[in-house]
């Protein structure tokens, strides 16, 4: 056997070599296939990694507690923006006073954790509480801010009052709304004003 | 003019605020307003409305220049003008309160002084000299011109 082996080095080392060659291929092939399976198949750029049709989500802070739900028929999250956009969204926001304040719009683009909003076309922010409402063409909502505003033109009914202003504010807490610049509007009389007689002196 | 008061407000400003805890809002920058024949001028007014949602109080300032008001009592008489460095309009009893440099014109009277007091439904007017943290100096000056008859 070791005799063999001496009189035939050259076919044992070629042998060898062969061998070596082969383990080392099935470990760089096993290597290979390992890290193409924990790839995700790249999104091409502006393509929407998930879609989500006829959504309805909920947010909640640390403590568990509700601040935000959206219900759209359309939601589109798009890593490479790192956006979600939204079709026809209603979204309500709880404000630390757990007062309701509802915002909706044509279309939304918002960041991944819905802290900032813009919604354009035909928005509307509407407050309950305060029995208010505004209508405008982009309006924004931002968390962190505490804060719904528009720069666009806004129409804003409260009860039978209803003004226009080129920007609006409304701070959730404190509750403040603002409009401002060229703000023009009319406060109908009350059923009683409207039809209280007082006209003595009128008469000719 | 009487009916004034079943006329909707009209009003433009360079702001409005609303503070939902108080029913008011806070007109400021170039405010105007107009009630049927009533017009008020002023830099800012706070307008107060009653719980049934209507007009309760105006509260004019000027900054600057005094905050002014007219209003045609009736169709027949001259306009009543009124000055004031403020100005309150209490709708209920339609009682206009010139406080501060008050001045009012009435058809072809005048009168002056730290406070003016106009009823609107009678026509009424009182004017007080400086009380005891008014502006002016203590006195009312009234001209009051024969009737032209």
Same mark, same amino acid.
């Given at each position: 056997?070791?005799?063999?082996?001496?009189?035939?080095?050259?076919?044992?080392?070629?042998?060898?070599?062969?061998?070596?060659?082969?383990?080392?291929?099935?470990?760089? $092939?096993?290597?290979?296939?390992?890290?193409? /399976?924990?790839?995700?198949?790249?999104?091409? /750029?502006?393509?929407?990694?998930?879609?989500?049709?006829?959504?309805?989500?909920?947010?909640?802070?640390?403590?568990?507690?509700?601040?935000?739900?959206?219900?759209?028929? =359309?939601?589109?999250?798009? %890593? $490479? +923006?790192?956006?979600?956009?939204?079709?026809?969204?209603?979204?309500?926001?709880?404000?630390?006073?757990?007062?309701?304040?509802?915002?909706?719009?044509?279309?939304?683009?918002?960041?991944?954790?819905?802290?900032?909003?813009?919604?354009?076309?035909?928005?509307?922010?509407?407050?309950?509480?305060?029995?208010?409402?505004?209508?405008? +063409?982009?309006?924004?909502?931002?968390?962190?801010?505490?804060?719904?505003?528009?720069?666009?033109?806004?129409?804003?009914?409260?009860?039978?009052?209803?003004?226009?202003?080129?920007?609006? /504010?409304?701070?959730?807490? %404190?509750?403040?709304?603002?409009?401002?610049?060229?703000?023009?509007?009319?406060? %109908?009389?009350?059923? =009683?004003?409207?039809?209280?007689?007082?006209?003595?002196?009128?008469?000719? | 003019?009487?009916?004034?008061?079943?006329?909707?407000?009209?009003?433009?400003?360079? #702001?409005?605020?609303?503070?939902?805890?108080?029913? &008011?809002?806070?007109?400021?920058?170039? !405010?105007?307003?107009? #009630?049927?024949?009533?017009?008020?001028? *002023?830099?800012?007014?706070?307008?107060?409305?009653?719980?049934?949602?209507?007009?309760?109080?105006?509260?004019?300032?000027?900054?600057?220049?005094?905050?002014?008001?007219?209003?045609?009592?009736?169709?027949?008489?001259?306009? !009543?003008?009124?000055?004031?460095?403020?100005?309150?309009?209490? @709708?209920? &009893?339609?009682?206009?309160?010139?406080?501060?440099?008050?001045?009012?014109?009435?058809?072809?009277?005048?009168?002056?002084?730290?406070?003016?007091?106009?009823?609107?439904?009678?026509?009424?007017?009182? @004017?007080?000299? *400086?009380?005891?943290?008014?502006?002016?100096?203590?006195?009312?000056?009234?001209?009051?011109?024969?009737? *032209?008859?």
């Amino acid at each position: 056997m070791i005799r063999w082996i001496r009189d035939n080095t050259t076919r044992v080392v070629i042998l060898f070599v062969i061998v070596l060659v082969g383990i080392v291929l099935a470990f760089v $092939d096993q290597f290979n296939s390992g890290t193409q /399976e924990s790839q995700l198949p790249s999104v091409p /750029e502006g393509q929407p990694d998930y879609v989500l049709e006829q959504a309805n989500f909920v947010r909640f802070d640390a403590q568990g507690k509700r601040y935000q739900s959206m219900t759209s028929p =359309h939601v589109a999250h798009m %890593p $490479d +923006a790192q956006q979600t956009t939204a079709t026809d969204p209603r979204i309500d926001i709880v404000d630390d006073a757990a007062r309701l304040w509802n915002i909706s719009g044509q279309q939304a683009t918002m960041t991944e954790d819905g802290t900032r909003i813009t919604l354009s076309g035909n928005a509307k922010a509407v407050a309950p509480s305060e029995q208010w409402r505004l209508e405008t +063409a982009t309006l924004n909502y931002d968390r962190g801010q505490d804060k719904i505003w528009s720069d666009t033109d806004s129409r804003f009914f409260q009860a039978d009052q209803t003004m226009r202003s080129d920007r609006f /504010e409304a701070l959730l807490t %404190p509750k403040t709304v603002t409009l401002t610049g060229n703000v023009q509007g009319v406060i %109908p009389p009350t059923a =009683h004003q409207a039809s209280s007689d007082t006209d003595t002196a009128d008469a000719p | 003019l009487d009916s004034d008061a079943r006329q909707p407000i009209r009003v433009s400003a360079g #702001q409005l605020q609303l503070d939902d805890r108080n029913g &008011s809002a806070i007109y400021s920058g170039t !405010v105007h307003i107009e #009630q049927g024949s009533m017009k008020l001028d *002023a830099d800012q007014v706070v307008l107060t409305r009653s719980a049934a949602g209507g007009l309760s109080t105006m509260r004019a300032t000027g900054k600057g220049k005094r905050a002014y008001i007219e209003q045609k009592p009736s169709p027949q008489e001259g306009l !009543v003008k009124g000055w004031g460095d403020t100005i309150v309009y209490s @709708a209920d &009893s339609r009682k206009v309160e010139l406080i501060g440099h008050a001045e009012l014109h009435r058809g072809t009277d005048t009168f002056t002084g730290a406070y003016v007091q106009y009823f609107m439904n009678t026509r009424q007017v009182q @004017a007080q000299g *400086a009380g005891k943290n008014n502006t002016g100096n203590g006195r009312i000056e009234m001209t009051i011109s024969p009737d *032209a008859r």
